[in-house]
């Protein structure tokens, strides 16, 4: 967790834009995040929090589908989208879409402000706050799952990744529990459903069973519902939300502190670069 800092108007010295849209909670889930941790950091009232800029940029294509057809459409438009941002004045982009940063490199070639990587930064996040850990489990989209964005990001810092496969019973509930019409959480507005919290429960116990120490709700609608199931189930395993980490990485960015600047982060980025 980043360390307090004042955090007033005056002080910024980036702003962040934000691709929404992508998933119904995805930006909402964020941005309370965001004021969480900058309220953690002592703002007390509308100047204390930073500047940011939305787009609610509902039609993106759908990131798994995307990467399922092979379709150039989704990197297309997140690139349409950060130009967009970056004209208002943007400094940086935050994705809070797990699955689109299976388009990172496409995406960020095209860009002239960068944008920060939510899976390296949850990435480095774990093994700063769990030195010695060794097997996380993912609950994620088919398309994060395929992409092995998880595991491509884990394995640099020496933690294997455990998760369903697609295609698998399992997989297939997460996957209903996240789209199916009905009782879906994209689906269902803010609300999470009771079938959509038993769904994602078996799951949690099921990566539990199998030796994981730690769960990452690697989907927004997963981060919602875990959330959701924190405040009144007893998990069995602790689990850790991308979206606060990026939330923290993002108000650093903001207001000058160094990007990446843990040491898991600066070793995940050389290693990358070296590739």
Not at 6 to 27: K, N, S, Y
Request: charged share 20%; proline share 5%.
């Amino acid at each position: 967790m980043s360390s307090p800092m004042r955090t007033d108007a005056t002080a910024q010295i980036a702003i962040p834009g934000i691709i929404g849209g992508v998933g119904p909670l995805a930006h909402i889930a964020l941005e309370r995040r965001l004021l969480a941790a900058s309220a953690r950091r002592g703002a007390t009232g509308d100047r204390g929090h930073p500047v940011w800029i939305l787009i609610n940029a509902t039609d993106i294509p759908d990131r798994t589908a995307s990467l399922t057809d092979g379709s150039d459409r989704c990197a297309r438009s997140l690139v349409h989208y950060g130009r967009v941002l970056a004209a208002a004045g943007a400094g940086f982009l935050v994705v809070p879409c797990n699955t689109a940063h299976a388009f990172h490199a496409r995406v960020q070639a095209e860009l002239a402000i960068p944008w920060l990587h939510l899976i390296d930064h949850t990435a480095a996040a774990i093994a700063r706050r769990h030195p010695g850990i060794a097997r996380v489990g993912v609950l994620a989209t088919d398309g994060t799952l395929r992409a092995a964005l998880y595991p491509r990001s884990l394995i640099d810092l020496g933690i294997a990744t455990l998760a369903p496969s697609p295609g698998s019973a399992l997989q297939r509930e997460v996957m209903d529990a996240i789209y199916a019409a009905g009782w879906g959480i994209k689906a269902s507005g803010v609300e999470i459903t009771a079938r959509a919290r038993a769904t994602v429960l078996r799951a949690v116990r099921w990566l539990e069973q199998r030796g994981a120490e730690l769960v990452v709700a690697g989907c927004t609608e997963l981060s919602a519902a875990l959330e959701a199931l924190a405040s009144d189930t007893e998990l069995p395993l602790p689990w850790l939300d991308p979206l606060e980490v990026i939330a923290d990485v993002a108000l650093d960015r903001a207001y000058g502190r160094a990007y990446g600047a843990s040491p898991e982060a600066r070793s995940l980025e050389s290693r990358k670069a070296s590739r």
